[in-house]
């Protein structure tokens, strides 16, 4: 079995507005979901931002130093906003 997967690049801004009837809706951008695949299996990496405006990777796939987990890991917004 085969799967096609679209590679297009998706770009985002911390900010959105859309259109929604009559006004518009304003979006900030809270969390975001990444897909990464090799050969072999995929895996979905999520970062999240919390009440302070730090964000947050969780991870569940092991590094090559430790065994795995669901331990959130702080990453920079700059990190989080270079995804595509």
């Known amino acids: 079995m085969t799967t096609e997967f679209d590679r297009t690049t998706v770009y985002f801004e911390k900010y959105l507005s859309l259109p929604e009837g009559d006004?518009?809706?304003?979006?900030?951008l809270?969390?975001?979901?990444?897909?990464i695949r090799n050969a072999s299996r995929g895996h979905y990496l999520a970062y999240v931002v919390?009440?302070?405006?730090q964000w947050w990777l969780?991870?569940?796939?092991?590094?090559?130093?430790?065994?795995?987990?669901?331990?959130?890991e702080?990453?920079?917004?700059?990190?989080v906003y270079s995804k595509k």
Not at 30 to 35: A, C, H, S
């Open 50 to 53: 919390d009440p302070f405006n």
């Open 74 to 79: 702080q990453v920079e917004a700059a990190v």
């Open 23 to 28: 006004s518009v809706v304003h979006y900030e």
């Open 30 to 35: 809270i969390g975001l979901i990444t897909y």
């Open 58 to 72: 969780l991870n569940d796939l092991p590094s090559a130093y430790k065994e795995p987990t669901c331990d959130p």
